[in-house]
């Protein structure tokens, strides 16, 4: 059961009711307090590069538990374009080789990095083409062929919160031999993952939606077994053994995911993104899912009551819902919900509507009544 403690952790919760989590979320005051006690301590010389070295240890092993990986695969990265970058740039390309994308579905970050290649001449893109507005494991599976290198997706839609197969589409890149990377910032905190199981090679998310952490700070996954393929694009002193050596410099990368961290890490944000783990963790995956799916339920009866068309489809919906009304104007709908101090975003013409644990039935119930109101003005 939901406790006022979590809704306690949230204060923006006491003036707004905020749905858009897809977006970015609110820190919760457990995360904020961890960075300010870091800055604290750290402005009274209380942290040697041991105990900031534990802390960043601490919260990779977190997210490596989350998704079923180990703390050496795991990396800092600023955010999820960053990590997705690195694979793009660092991996040992050969000729011929061909990355497969749905341009047309993925956010920014997904697409920029694997167009550049084919843009450099560095390896052929192949476009998944939607016809649903969704991924089809059908026509993924016609469009890999023999020198298809890499298949890169999101672990959810993040205009449509349709959710991906990751298992199925894992299960077709081994039976193929093909790098599978997945843009998971959709999803992780919310949905469970498990890298080995669904044959995850790469995977990148950072704190700033579901995980409910700060900007900045988010992490790559690399499976060991093929962390060697790829060569860090940027260097430094922590990319080698010797990384504490700096007197004598010995050129020799590091055999794990720690490879990709070239410098100095982040250790404030690290300490707020390791708490907001520490958070999910406690509240636990599968719980937040169950109510997030419980609330969208109830949101969807409501909309479609008042004529609306609603999206996705229960079967691929699980903590995203987005809908519009035939009649009347999107952004006109939007800016009411916005007047009326609910936080939602609008995504390809369509309100998106994305709550998270702390959120209640009288808030998707408010944002109903709300838009019953605007609706009613419509007419007159």
Not at 40 to 57: N, R
Not at 224 to 244: A, K
Not at 302 to 317: F, M, Q, T
Request: with cysteine.
């Amino acid at each position: 059961m939901r406790s006022a403690r979590y809704r306690d952790e949230f204060p923006i919760s006491k003036s707004l009711i905020n749905l858009n989590h897809a977006g970015v979320s609110p820190p919760s005051q457990s995360c904020i307090n961890a960075v300010n006690n870091f800055l604290q301590e750290h402005a009274k010389g209380q942290h040697g590069f041991e105990d900031l070295e534990a802390i960043a240890d601490e919260c990779r092993n977190r997210f490596a538990e989350l998704i079923g990986g180990c703390q050496q695969e795991v990396a800092f990265v600023r955010n999820t374009s960053h990590g997705i970058s690195i694979v793009a740039n660092g991996l040992n390309w050969r000729e011929g080789d061909r990355v497969m994308v749905a341009t047309s579905l993925e956010y920014p970050s997904n697409v920029y990095p694997w167009v550049d290649l084919e843009e450099r001449g560095i390896a052929k893109l192949d476009i998944i083409e939607s016809s649903n507005g969704g991924l089809d494991i059908g026509t993924i599976k016609r469009c890999f062929r023999k020198e298809t290198r890499l298949l890169a997706v999101s672990s959810a839609n993040y205009a449509t919160g349709e959710v991906t197969n990751l298992q199925k589409l894992g299960d077709l890149c081994r039976a193929h031999d093909v790098l599978f990377c997945v843009d998971g910032i959709q999803t992780l905190g919310v949905l469970p993952t498990d890298v080995k199981a669904m044959g995850i090679h790469f995977l990148s998310a950072d704190s700033h939606k579901w995980l409910l952490g700060v900007m900045g700070i988010g992490c790559l996954y690399v499976d060991s077994e093929i962390v060697e393929q790829v060569h860090p694009p940027l260097l430094g002193w922590r990319s080698t053994i010797n990384r504490w050596d700096f007197d004598q410099p010995q050129f020799d990368l590091i055999k794990d995911s720690g490879r990709f961290e070239e410098g100095s890490l982040p250790y404030p944000l690290i300490a707020g993104f390791n708490q907001s783990l520490n958070l999910i963790d406690e509240i636990g995956v599968e719980e937040i899912g169950r109510h997030i799916a419980d609330l969208l339920q109830l949101l969807s009866v409501k909309l479609l009551e008042l004529g609306c068309d609603v999206s996705p489809s229960p079967s691929v919906r699980r903590h995203i819902l987005t809908f519009k009304h035939n009649v009347v104007d999107t952004q006109w709908l939007l800016d009411g919900l916005t007047e009326a101090n609910i936080l939602v975003s609008m995504r390809r013409g369509r309100i998106r509507v994305s709550p998270h644990y702390y959120n209640t039935e009288e808030e998707v119930y408010r944002l109903a009544e709300v838009m019953e109101s605007l609706l009613n003005i419509s007419k007159d």
